[in-house]
């Protein structure tokens, strides 16, 4: 084990979780599985997080904050925007990142921690969505059916939320683009235009 400063050693640990997570899934994350992968010692993980669930915690924020920090593409009307902030896309290469949701959803019950950090990484994607909604009516593109556009992207989000957990199982009689046409059809229910 090499000597790495506080601060270098700390951000080795989280960089090994994230890879981690993303290979075998949030509930794979122990301490001894990234001492082994990290080549530090069991101590050093104890030194850095105060428990297992702060780290699953970071590693949550920091995979998630990638994401809300995504720029759109450029040019995308309203429509595309939302279905680019609410589908997920191709599930083979998104995979790892669904199971991370899923799994921090099995738990957040028993881990404040990470609760904390979900419940924040909701709100940012909800906010994410207002602001679209907002900018497209403000330009005329939509408007809103019923209620505010703080109520459509939580509806939204419910939505793709349950749309992708039927995705998740893979069932034989759901077309392809299930969760597309869906989610377009969510989408023509909360704005007119």
Known sequence: MSYLSREDR?????????????????????????????GTSTGQIHHHYGSLSELQAEVFEAITKRYLEEELPAGLALDEQLLYMLDPGDREVIGPYLRLWSDAEKLIEKNEPLREVYEKALIGWQQLIVSAIESGTRKGERRLKTGTADEAAWRLIAAALGLENLAASRLSVLPDNFVVDALTVFIANELAG
């Open 10 to 38: 700390k951000r080795q640990i989280l960089d090994t979780a994230i890879v981690l997570v993303l290979e075998q899934g949030l509930e794979a994350l122990t301490a001894r599985s990234v001492t082994a992968r990290a």
